[in-house]
C-alpha cells in the first residue's frame, strides 16, 4: 500500500473562503455522484464539497490592452521560466472547466465513496465507459500547440506543470510535462499501486459488460448532447469490472481525486521546475485549490515574477505581478508573432 500522499491536511481541499471547490480535473474522471452516497456529512475544513459551477459573482470575458500583453512578454521572454496550466487550456479540445462560465454544477465524486462503496465503483465506470471515447479522442488545441511552439525560443519553459489529466500538452509536444493531478488514460491499483492502460481495461470492461458495450455509440450520442456532456447511463449498479491482474485490488483512474492529495513524487518535480525557473507563468486555472496555488505562493515568496493569464478572476490575482486577461489563443499567438 503506498498512501502516504494521502495527507490528513487535505492540502487539495477547497481554499476556505472561496466560492467553489474544484480541482482542475477532467469530468471523466468525475462523472459520478449527483447525490453523494456519503450523505452531506462534513468533513474539517469547511463546506463539504460544493457543486463545481462558475465563480459567484466573477467578471469573465475581460480582454487586456495590447500594451499589456506585450509587457507579459517582455517580462517572460529569454527568461527560464515555470508554467501551470489548467482547464481553460483545454476547452477548446471539447474538455470542459469545471468553474468557467459555462459550468454546469454538480458534485464530484470523492476518493472516500469511489473506495468504499462497490456500487460507486460501478456507477463511475458504468458512465466513464461511456465517455471515454469521446475523451480518447481530443486532441491538443491551439492553446496547447501554440505554447509548445514557444519553448525554448522565446520562452524557455524549465517545465509544463498541468493541473489537467488529459495528456494534452504531452500530445502537442511539451517536454517536460508535469501531471499534477495524473492521467485519465492511465489505471492504478489501489494496492500494489500497478499501472496499467485505461484503453486496455476499457475494452476489458466492454467485453465483461456485453449488454451496454452494444448500446455504447448510442448512450455516447446521448451524452455528446447533453448540456455538461455527461453520460446518464441507467442500471449502472450491474455494470462489471475487474480488480487488479496482479493483486485482486481496486483499479481507479490514476488521477487525483477530491479527498487525495497529488503524489509526493510528483509535487517535488513540479517545485524543481519552479526552483529552475526565474518567472511563473499561470495560463487558464483558476487557481481556486492549494494544489495549484501553492506554487504562486511559493514563486512570491522566492521574488520570481509570475504572470497569470486567466479568462475570469483567479484566487492569486493580488499576488501577481502581472495579471493578464484573454482568451488563451489569442494571447499566446500575439506573443508567437512577437517573438517574430
Ligand atoms: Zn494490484
Given at each position: 500500500m503506498s498512501r502516504a500522499h494521502r495527507s490528513d491536511t487535505e492540502p487539495d481541499a477547497p481554499v476556505p473562503g472561496t466560492a467553489g471547490p474544484a480541482a482542475d480535473v477532467g469530468r471523466w474522471f468525475s462523472t459520478a455522484a449527483r447525490a453523494p452516497l456519503d450523505g452531506p456529512g462534513p468533513t474539517r475544513g469547511g463546506p463539504r464539497l460544493p457543486a463545481w459551477g462558475p465563480m459567484e459573482g466573477a467578471q469573465y470575458g475581460l480582454r487586456s490592452v495590447p500594451d499589456e500583453i506585450d509587457a507579459g512578454f517582455a517580462l517572460l521572454r529569454g527568461r527560464p521560466v515555470a508554467v501551470l496550466t489548467g482547464a481553460g487550456m483545454s476547452t477548446g479540445s471539447g474538455l470542459p472547466d469545471y468553474r468557467g462560465r459555462d459550468a454546469v454544477p454538480r458534485s464530484p465524486m470523492t476518493y472516500q465513496e469511489f473506495m468504499r462503496h462497490d456500487l460507486a465503483r460501478r456507477r463511475y465506470w458504468a458512465r466513464s465507459t461511456v465517455g471515454w471515447e469521446q475523451f480518447r479522442s481530443a486532441r491538443p488545441g491551439a492553446t496547447h500547440r501554440l505554447l509548445a511552439a514557444l519553448d525554448p525560443t522565446p520562452l524557455p519553459l524549465t517545465a509544463v506543470i498541468t493541473q489537467n489529466v488529459d495528456g494534452l500538452h504531452a500530445a502537442a509536444g511539451s517536454d517536460p510535462v508535469v501531471d499534477l493531478h495524473g492521467r485519465l488514460d492511465r489505471v492504478r491499483c489501489q494496492q500494489c499501486d500497478a499501472l496499467s492502460a485505461r484503453t486496455a481495461l476499457h475494452q476489458r470492461m466492454l467485453s465483461m459488460n456485453p449488454e451496454l458495450a452494444a448500446r455504447l455509440p448510442e448512450l455516447a450520442a446521448d451524452a455528446a448532447q447533453a448540456p455538461d456532456g455527461d453520460a446518464e447511463v441507467?442500471?449502472?449498479?450491474?455494470f462489471r469490472y475487474p480488480p487488479c491482474?496482479?493483486?485482486?485490488g481496486i483499479l481507479k483512474p490514476d488521477v487525483v481525486s477530491f479527498g487525495e492529495s497529488a503524489r509526493p513524487e510528483v509535487v517535488a518535480a513540479a517545485f524543481a521546475a519552479l526552483e529552475a525557473a526565474e518567472a511563473l507563468l499561470v495560463l487558464g486555472?483558476?487557481?481556486?485549490?492549494?494544489s495549484g496555488l501553492r506554487f504562486v505562493r511559493a514563486a512570491g515568496k522566492s521574488g520570481k515574477d509570475v504572470v497569470i493569464l486567466n479568462d475570469g478572476p483567479t484566487r492569486a490575482d493580488p499576488e501577481a505581478t502581472l495579471r493578464l486577461h484573454g482568451r488563451l489563443e489569442d494571447v499566446l499567438a500575439r506573443w508567437s508573432a512577437l517573438a517574430g
Open positions: 441507467d442500471r449502472t449498479s450491474t491482474a496482479l493483486c485482486g486555472s483558476s487557481l481556486t485549490v492549494q
